[in-house]
């Protein structure tokens, strides 16, 4: 059969109408606005810190516990002319726009078939937990996008808009340094004949990595955020052996649900500067192995998520010379089609709604707990911006960060005990963390996991008397240290 008579250009109205589908779905489904993670509250409360100065609920007098400079500033930015979860809600769909743009440019330069490039972005908008990511509240589209408009940039030489954006990438995922790094070693080799014109490059790549650290440095006092330190002296319990920890990483690509566009990463090196993103992508699981492995299963496999261009990528590439294929890949996208409305945005409903039970958390705190309450909390996002945010008055609690994303000192409990015993001493950090911010209530979702903090309290022999029951969901307990 010729699948080439296909490639008629109105195939591009087919990801266009399912992207302004989701984007009215997705606007009716959040009235109120919320988001699927409480992290992007973390976000959300560092834009209103810079807006409005002081200090936030942990004591910090400047933004902390963001991975993002460049998501936290634009949404500052338009925070400026809307209320901050409006500000990032909009760069939510500003964003997803910007990598199915770029995502079909990608694809009609690597296979040059519209029907292709259309299974092919509607498969990066749906298939598994893509639109989640994409509306997780956080930086995960933005780097979607980047990745996506990168590899474009490479398959069509153009250099100078590829070198702006290795100078923004380690600014939007700290990993994406690697990439960066890569795609300026392979710009170097290639241009190794033109130095004026590789030195005019490398000036504008290293000008917008200046600026962006200068920006990061004086709003938030880091370069880059430390919050990968503080999550790996927290989560880390996988077996100390390097094959173990690299097959856990590996293998959470089988159940990311998108283990067939991700098979796709195989196929890179038909693409031109193939070779680059696939040693990106491998580096990027060998230091989850040696880092934190697990990391790579948390918040809906969001890290595994900026693959999902190049993957798609990959099969377009093969697709576009063995035509024969694109009924496999046309298959695949109505497979994800079909999916979506049972599963995939069933599920991000259901994320929505679960973050959104911490309201009735954090009004009754505000309502019935004292000023000057000492509070610890896991999820340092929500229940931070809302009871210095939002409540009127604003509340002047004292949070502390059981993980340590926004309570820094925690951090060396964790990697005196949890760290170390691979997770086993978890409860003594707790224990630690708690006395040394003589906490006197706590905010524990009664879930797998984060349950069992209110057991590591007991454990050390804390007195945890639920004063907020609810169980399978948020709860407020009052603390007394053990005597």
């Not at 890949?329 to 991000?348: E, M, N, Q, S």
Request: proline share 6%.
């Amino acid at each position: 059969m010729n699948w080439s008579r296909f490639d008629k250009g109105y195939w591009l109205l087919l990801p266009l109408l399912v992207f302004v589908v989701l984007t009215i779905a997705t606007i009716i489904e959040n009235r109120p606005i919320d988001f699927v993670l409480d992290d992007a509250y973390i976000t959300i409360a560092n834009a209103e810190l810079l807006l409005r100065g002081g200090m936030d609920s942990y004591g910090n007098a400047g933004p902390t516990g963001a991975t993002s400079p460049v998501h936290l500033f634009l949404v500052a930015l338009l925070s400026f002319f809307l209320d901050v979860p409006v500000a990032s809600f909009v760069w939510l769909f500003v964003l997803a726009a910007v990598y199915a743009a770029g995502l079909w440019r990608l694809l009609m330069a690597v296979g040059r078939s519209p029907f292709l490039a259309a299974c092919g972005t509607l498969t990066g908008l749906i298939a598994g937990l893509a639109w989640v990511n994409l509306m997780n509240g956080l930086e995960t589209g933005m780097a979607m996008a980047v990745i996506a408009w990168a590899a474009c940039f490479s398959q069509q030489r153009r250099d100078m808009p590829l070198a702006v954006l290795a100078g923004v990438m380690p600014f939007v995922r700290p990993e994406l340094a690697v990439l960066a790094l890569f795609l300026a070693l392979s710009t170097a080799w290639r241009l190794r004949g033109e130095p004026a014109r590789l030195i005019r490059l490398a000036v504008v790549a290293a000008l917008v990595a200046v600026v962006l650290a200068g920006l990061a440095w004086h709003f938030t006092g880091h370069v880059f955020s430390p919050t990968a330190e503080a999550k790996s002296a927290y989560f880390d319990e996988a077996p100390a052996n390097f094959k173990n920890r690299l097959a856990m990483a590996f293998h959470a690509l089988t159940l990311s649900g998108i283990v067939w566009p991700l098979v796709g990463l195989a196929l890179l090196p038909a693409l031109r500067d193939g070779w680059v993103y696939l040693g990106f992508v491998l580096a990027f699981f060998v230091a989850s192995a040696i880092s934190l492995p697990v990391a790579v299963y948390h918040n809906d496999y969001r890290y595994l998520y900026p693959f999902l261009p190049l993957g798609i990528a990959g099969w377009v590439a093969v697709a576009a010379q063995i035509r024969q294929i694109t009924p496999v890949l046309a298959l695949g996208t109505l497979c994800y089609v079909i999916a979506f409305p049972t599963v995939d945005w069933r599920y991000y409903r259901s994320a929505v709604k679960w973050n959104a039970a911490q309201e009735p958390i954090a009004l009754w705190a505000e309502q019935n707990l004292p000023d000057g309450a000492r509070i610890l909390i896991h999820d340092a996002g929500y229940f931070a911006w809302h009871s210095r945010f939002v409540a009127d008055p604003p509340r002047d609690f004292v949070l502390i960060d059981a993980v340590g994303l926004k309570t820094p000192s925690a951090s060396r409990f964790h990697a005196e005990f949890t760290a170390p015993s691979r997770g086993r001493d978890r409860w003594k950090a707790v224990d630690q963390i708690a006395r040394e911010g003589r906490a006197e209530y706590a905010i524990i979702a009664n879930v797998g996991f984060w349950g069992d903090i209110e057991t590591y309290l007991r454990d050390a022999g804390w007195s945890v008397e639920p004063v907020y029951p609810n169980p399978g969901r948020y709860q407020v307990f009052a603390l007394q240290p053990p005597q």
